[in-house]
């Protein structure tokens, strides 16, 4: 029982050790609140949003950057262009390569 609450702890450790050498994207995403609509890793909790974990850095930086500029404007781009006006071209590549790594 003791060996196994142990063992226990010994996880939780290992798990908050992770999180403290995290990547500055996965800082960022939380940060920028992109945790709210796309989830905290990259799934996301509602249709209407879509997923982006593990999808190709190349297209996740594009599209995030087609959506800033307006060049990609749909009915639902809208409800991303003010946040990620507020996110810089340096900080989207570190976000992208986060998530392609998801
Ligand atoms: C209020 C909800 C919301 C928030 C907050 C939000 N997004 Fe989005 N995101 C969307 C919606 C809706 C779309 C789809 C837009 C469209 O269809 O053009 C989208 C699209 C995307 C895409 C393109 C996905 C694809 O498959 O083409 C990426 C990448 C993305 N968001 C990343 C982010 C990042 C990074 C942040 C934080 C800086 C963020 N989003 C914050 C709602 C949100």
């Not at 639902?76 to 996110?87: G, H, K, N, P, R």
């Amino acid at each position: 029982m003791k060996l196994r609450f142990l063992a226990g702890m010994f996880m939780l450790l290992s798990l908050s050790l992770g999180s403290v050498q995290a990547d500055e994207g996965a800082d960022l995403y939380q940060a920028k609140g992109c945790v709210t609509c796309h989830g905290a890793a990259g799934i996301s909790p509602a249709p209407i949003w879509p997923n982006v974990a593990g999808q190709h850095k190349q297209y996740l930086v594009a599209q995030m950057k087609d959506i800033k500029t307006g060049k990609r404007n749909n009915g639902m781009s809208v409800t991303m262009q003010a946040i990620i006006a507020a996110v810089s071209d340096e900080e989207i590549e570190k976000i992208a390569d986060w998530l392609s790594k998801l």
